[in-house]
């Protein structure tokens, strides 16, 4: 199983909408798909099963002490090939908790460990660059940095990667920047088209450049999975790239 974290310390970037919908397009395509929801606000949990006050992956992960649930425990069915390990705001508790935890960055990882039978686990992380989302890019094999086309964002991607350069020295070596997805690009507006094209400038893959849409605005907030025939063309063509880097470890030439 590979893991891929969604991941950007700032909030609203797009972090939810994406981790649900290449969810969604990778199980279309056949792989099974865990997604996991890691944000105290729990807004995966809420957009996909509508509330977020059932056993939830803070069960697993504990605090100061060991959690009392299997990861496989919480899992809920969303739809063919898509399960969701779901967050809620306890995980809040949790990660003030961990502070004082013996292992407390691999927590995750050993978890990920005891479930084998996905293709690939997608981590939904808070904004934040707290010991959850630490958890999540110690156990990935990749990350996907979402963000908007601003300047603010783009000093903010900049911050980042310095994080995740952290991560890869001091945690975790594996873990690859597999690119960056510009999210309510609006090329009608100069500020976007500038931005963006000071994006392309930095040695990062650009893998989509997703508009403004209301339906993908829909996806997060309706309380029920996404069917892929709602998928947007610019998720579906991200969800195949992914896909191949999921059978292949690299991009498409
Ligand atoms: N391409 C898009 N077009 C229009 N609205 C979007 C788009 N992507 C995300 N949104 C909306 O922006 C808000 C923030 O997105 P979300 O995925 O929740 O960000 P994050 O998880 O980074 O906080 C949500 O209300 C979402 O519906
Ligand atoms: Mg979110």
């Known amino acids: ?11 609203g970037v797009g972090k ?25 606000q729990a807004s995966l949990t809420l957009s996909t099963i509508g509330e977020s006050s059932g056993q939830c992956i803070a069960e697993v992960i504990g605090g100061a002490l060991p959690g009392n649930l299997l990861l496989s425990d919480i899992i809920r069915p969303l739809s063919e090939n898509l399960d969701l390990a779901p967050g809620g705001l306890s995980l809040s508790i949790s990660e003030i908790g961990l502070i004082t935890r013996m292992g ?7 978890a990920l460990s005891s479930v084998n039978q996905y293709d690939v686990a997608i981590i939904d992380c808070g904004p934040s660059l707290g010991l959850l989302v630490e958890n999540a890019l110690n156990a990935a094999d990749g990350v996907l940095i979402p963000t908007l086309p601003t300047p603010v964002d783009k000093r903010g991607v900049s911050i980042f990667i310095e994080s995740l ?25 100069k500020l976007h088209q500038q931005i963006l094209e000071e994006f392309q400038n930095i040695q990062l893959p650009i893998l989509a450049v997703i508009g403004r ?40 030439s």
Request: aromatic letters at 4%.
């Open 1 to 11: 199983m590979k893991t891929i974290a969604i991941a950007n310390q700032k909030g």
């Open 104 to 110: 407390r960055e691999n927590i995750l990882k050993k």
């Open 165 to 189: 350069n952290a991560v890869r020295s001091e945690l975790n070596p594996n873990l690859m920047i597999l690119g960056l997805v510009i999210c309510q690009y609006d090329r009608r507006l």
């Open 16 to 40: 939810t909408t994406l981790a649900i919908n290449l969810a969604a397009g990778l199980a279309t395509l056949g792989r099974k798909v865990l997604l996991i929801d890691l944000d105290p």
């Open 213 to 252: 849409s209301i339906e993908i605005a829909r996806t997060v907030g309706e309380g029920k999975p996404l069917s892929s025939g709602r998928l947007l063309p610019q998720m579906q063509e991200l969800s195949a790239k992914i896909d191949f880097w999921l059978r292949n470890g690299k991009f498409e």
